[in-house]
């Protein structure tokens, strides 16, 4: 019965990941910005007190596949003063040839020994580091930056763990000199 369960859980998700999502980034400059690409997953981050309060909501999209990978991760702020502002969208571009590692999709526990969510890490080459743009809500022209891993987190594992199947990177055979 949890084989039948899980195995239609993992289909639904399937599913998620052929449809479009399509969100539309305003900025205080009056520029728009179009995300469109399909939604992988979101996690909550709350404040560190012993209340815990949800303090922004990340949103994580897959825009590109194949060997071109285009990611994107939209935060919003949580604050009864700001719910739904944006705090900044990030969008990363690289290829399949960059990444020296994709790990497995790992369990990010507590103190208390309680699964708070997952996360997928990707890392780049030392000499190949990711591309990737910020923009805030202020400015619609983003601000270019490079960086050496990337991580996806989500509540739930079954997103991530069919994102780690389109990144999963075959090694190749090393050629012999004979």
Known sequence: MNTIKNNLLIASFLIAFTAVAQQKIEFRDGNTLQIEGVFVCSKTEYTDDSIPVPRREKQFYLL?????????????????????????????????????????????????????????????????????????????????????????????KAPLDVLYERFIIIPQPEESGE
């Open 64 to 156: 590109e596949a194949g060997n071109n990978l285009k990611l994107s991760v939209v935060s919003n702020w949580m604050n009864p003063k700001l719910v739904n502002q944006l705090e900044e969208v990030r969008i990363y571009q690289f290829t399949k040839d960059q990444l020296e590692d994709v790990n497995q999709v790992n369990a990010y526990t507590n103190e208390n020994e309680d699964t708070t969510h997952y996360y997928l890490t990707i890392d780049s080459k030392e000499e190949q580091p990711f591309s990737y743009q910020v923009y805030t809500i202020y400015s619609s022209k983003p601000e270019e930056k490079t960086w050496s891993n990337f991580s996806f987190e989500s509540t739930t």
